[in-house]
């Protein structure tokens, strides 16, 4: 869709998702807020009927099918020729985006580069050459907004980027419409994602007392209705690095070549004698190859579903201690969830696996996925690709077919034993014919018919900062967490691009007008006394020495008492800034970012070759009653061969 055409009243914004495996561009369009103001219809209705009362909702954004490309490889690809990062790759995307959005709308579209894994991974240097790149030639090339190349071309964290994916998701089913501020509790979802590399978990808890008792592990959230009232939303996020499908798979097939008792010893020249490893998370008769410390192994498919859920279990790292109880896997704190009251969404990996093998999207059942992800482990190789050829698998790869095994008890093990969700028939009822029954958990793909992105929150952020109605003290954006801001250093992310917040500010050092006026004074004051000096030139040598030397003392006392002036003065714009609610906390400049510990996840920081994790929780401190012992409880793993023998067993 090529809008030829656009109304004064709309307002467009860019976001582009540079990933590991490419770049994807997201062009979004909404209101002007001040224009819905002035609406005098003011209610909307959504395609489920739904009726928004426009002013008490946030700005509604719009983005069609077709405002969207990808192109490949990742940005991070240009490592070695950063210079060709924007020519190469960033201006496609851009180009794609001049056909969309109205030539008299391009000088007031901002545009996001916001990068994730892919870039995450390489040195700081070649990063940086990369983000420069970008912001030179973007400005150059193109008349797109960019105001602040810090903030609107960065790196984001998987933290971050969590946030923005709960945004998308809680954007997309509503719940950020008709919002009332007199009400304390509003409903929301829970968002996981589950990636090659990661994994991520963001969510309100339902229980006031759980986000009280563990504030400070929270990010607060705030937005703005068209009409000015903020909403804030308290949000635990986490993500788990390593945790992801491919790399959980990687670091399962180590654990298998480990365990063997010729490389469990103490030496250190272990030979890897045995290179034929069987995998019970590989469906029968299936066959791969596997590097490993410069060593090939042969890995031939078991297809044993009982065995598989049961080995992949300590990848979890439950056995890491508990700074604070509760914790989900790998030793992070974090609030509880009640499952009987909260909702998630899990969306990537969650979706791919139960959609193209197993045809379970949507609502989650376990003892149905389940028992399908059990057949299908334990089917011969030669089945399942005849099954694929004849397209009963969405016409997936042969190597995204043979991992499919290993990712569906993957996710079985981190819903259930690092979430804690319920198992239907086992620690909970099944309820399926129940009215009005809770469902905990689903996967999607998308909401509504709307793309799940999470680069639809970044842009919300955006839109909602654009309200100019209501408490102008508040500012659109993410509070990180009191631990994180003492743990990692991380600040305040503001909505807006807090530079068009300071019109009069046009100098890329951040030097206010008012500043540049006592410069100018400070300048032209020292330049008429050098006139002054040398018109009087022709009298110094009727002087001594010691008048000469107390006329240059005169002036050095003039001219640093202006100075100090100026820096009083400096300080009284930043007072009278924050009397106006007009300053803006932080955001992530491009030193934050060349700090890698504003990277490093909650998961990254209980590992143990963490020495910041250390610093913060030391094992002296801990309560020893959260470190698991030999008279504590285990909880069992389940399996399926033994779901009878548990189904009245009471969890810990």
């Known amino acids: 869709m090529i809008i030829t055409d656009s109304n004064q009243d709309d307002q467009y914004g860019i976001v582009i998702d540079a990933g590991s495996s490419g770049s ?92 994730t894994a892919g870039m995450r991974l390489l040195s700081k240097r070649k990063q940086d050459l990369i983000l420069q790149e970008l912001c030179k030639s973007i400005k150059t090339d193109t008349s797109f907004l960019l105001k602040d190349c810090s903030s609107q ?14 945004l998308s998701l809680n ?107 069987s995998d019970p998370c590989l469906p029968k008769g299936a066959q791969t190859d596997f590097e490993f ?10 297809g044993d579903f009982v065995h598989c859920m049961k080995s992949m279990y300590p990848l979890l790292l439950n056995n890491l201690p508990c700074s604070e109880e509760p914790c989900l896997f790998n030793g992070v704190h974090a609030p509880k969830i009640n499952f009987e009251q909260d909702r998630f969404v899990g969306i990537s990996e969650y979706w791919y696996t139960a959609n193209d093998v197993f045809k ?50 993957w996710i079985l093990n981190i819903l259930h034993e690092g979430f804690d969700l319920p198992r239907i028939n ?30 639809l929150g970044r842009i919300l952020m955006y839109a909602s ?27 305040f992310i503001p909505g807006v691009i807090e530079a068009l917040q300071q019109p009069a500010n046009n100098s890329s050092f951040g030097v206010s007008s008012k500043q540049t006026i006592y410069h100018i004074l400070t300048i032209s004051f020292v330049l008429g006394v050098v006139y002054i000096v040398l018109s009087k030139f ?21 001219f640093f008492k202006l100075k100090n002036y100026s820096k009083i003065s400096q300080a009284e714009d930043t007072l009278a800034d924050l009397e106006e609610g007009s300053i803006h906390r932080g955001r992530f400049s491009r030193a934050d970012m060349e700090n890698g510990s504003n990277f490093r996840s909650r998961s990254m920081i209980n590992l143990g070759d963490s020495i910041e994790g250390r610093d913060s929780y030391p094992l002296s401190d801990r309560d020893r009653k959260n470190i698991s012992s030999p008279n504590q409880p285990m909880r069992p793993v389940f399996s399926m061969a033994d779901f009878s023998k548990f189904k009245n067993t009471n969890r810990d």
């Open 538 to 558: 022709r009298l110094i040598r009727h002087m001594s020495k010691h008048r000469i030397s107390d006329s240059i003392n005169t002036m050095k006392a003039h």
């Open 153 to 166: 071309i960065q790196i984001i964290d998987g933290e971050t980027e969590g946030l923005y994916g709960w």
């Open 360 to 409: 379970m999207n949507g609502e989650y059942n376990f003892h149905e996925f389940s028992s399908n992800v059990k057949d299908f482990c334990e089917s011969n190789w030669t089945t399942l690709r005849q099954n694929n050829a004849e397209g009963l698998y969405n016409g997936i790869s042969d190597d995204y077919l043979m991992d499919s095994c290993f990712k569906a008890n």
């Open 171 to 277: 954007y997309l089913l509503g719940n950020f419409n008709n919002f009332d501020s007199k009400y304390s509790q509003h409903p929301s979802s829970g968002f996981m994602d589950m990636g090659g590399a990661s994994t991520q978990l963001a969510f309100m808890p339902s229980d006031p007392e759980q986000i009280t008792r563990h504030k400070e592990d929270m990010h607060t959230i705030y937005l703005k209705n068209v009409n000015g009232d903020v909403q804030e939303w308290d949000v635990f996020v986490s993500t788990w690095l390593g945790f992801g499908a491919n790399k959980a798979r990687s670091r399962y097939l180590a654990q298998l070549i480990n365990s063997l008792p010729e490389n469990a010893n103490d030496d250190d020249d272990d030979d890897y004698e045995t290179r034929k490893i």
């Open 293 to 302: 410390k410069d060593h090939h192994f042969e890995i031939t498919g078991a």
């Open 24 to 115: 994807r561009i997201h062009i979004y369009q909404w209101d002007s807020p001040q224009h819905v103001l002035d609406l005098q219809d003011q209610q909307v209705s959504e395609e489920d009927g739904t009726e928004i009362t426009l002013p008490q909702s946030v700005p509604q954004i719009r983005q069609d099918a077709n405002w969207t490309q990808k192109i490949s490889p990742g940005l991070s690809s240009f490592k070695n020729s950063p210079n060709k990062a924007y020519s190469n790759h960033i201006k496609k995307l851009l180009e794609f985006a001049k056909d969309v959005i109205p030539a008299n709308k391009i000088s007031e579209t901002p545009v996001f580069i916001q990068a």
């Open 465 to 491: 900062g654009l309200v100019t109605a209501g408490d102008k003290s508040v500012t659109v954006g993410i509070e990180p967490s009191s631990m994180d801001e003492k743990r990692t250093g991380k600040q």
């Open 426 to 455: 086992i620690d909970v009822p099944d309820t399926e014919h129940d009215d009005g029954r809770h469902i905990p958990f689903k996967s999607a793909e998308k909401i509504n018919n709307h793309d799940l992105s999470w680069t």
